[in-house]
């Protein structure tokens, strides 16, 4: 069935089916015709909004990246004060709604960058030397800033490729304790604790 709707709808609809088709399918599959295919277009269609396979992983790269600002905003509007920064980070990483755990899709973008030209991750790496130096000036001991980073990542990447995630109960406990190094080791006044799923 053909897509209906503006030239950014139909440039989302062909990201969401490139995603969805790395999710179900594989990297391997990822070319211009499948991708056609599953959003409804003609090859010109697609062409039109995406000349090579390389500007659509790019594509798809910046969009992850797009969505996941987005959602540090959101997270960053309830906070203040040393440390603000690595709690919405980490709130961002882990909150089911979010952009990194909503779904795989998102992280297809990832898995075929790598596949296809580790090159295309460039704007991931510029923003995450920005979210770096965000972490080190947060007001907070850098080594905590850092440490809650990578914990972020490696609970979203663990979900990702399904590389021992821990339960539900224990990842709770985790969050609560990240969020505790960013207040100096003190509980928070205010888990959240919905932004770990049951």
């Known amino acids: ?29 990822l070319t211009l015709d499948a991708v056609a295919e599953r959003a409804g277009l003609s090859k010109g269609g697609i062409l039109h909004h995406f000349a090579t396979k390389d500007s659509l992983v790019a594509a798809m790269i910046e969009d992850l990246v797009t969505q996941f600002e987005e959602d540090l905003t959101r997270h960053m509007a309830g906070e203040s004060g040393p440390g603000s920064f690595a709690r919405a ?4 990483c882990l909150d089911p709604d979010g952009a990194l755990t909503r779904t795989l899709k998102v992280s297809a973008g990832i898995i ?17 030397e920005d979210w770096r130096r965000r972490l080190e000036d947060d007001g907070i001991d850098p080594a905590i800033a850092e440490l809650v980073r990578f914990a972020a990542d490696g609970l979203w990447l663990g979900g990702v490729f399904g590389l021992g995630p821990p339960s539900q109960a ?5 969050f609560a304790k990240l969020i505790e190094l960013t207040h100096g080791g003190n509980p928070a006044p205010s888990l959240a604790p919905a932004l770990v799923s049951d």
């Open 1 to 29: 069935m053909p897509v209906k709707g503006s030239g950014t709808a139909t440039r989302r609809n062909v990201l969401l089916a490139a995603a969805e088709l790395v999710e179900r399918e594989g990297v391997s599959r």
């Open 89 to 92: 980070f980490l709130r961002a």
């Open 112 to 128: 075929a960058a790598l596949a296809v030209n580790s090159a295309l991750l460039a704007p991931l790496h510029r923003r995450y």
């Open 170 to 174: 224990l990842r709770k406990r985790l």
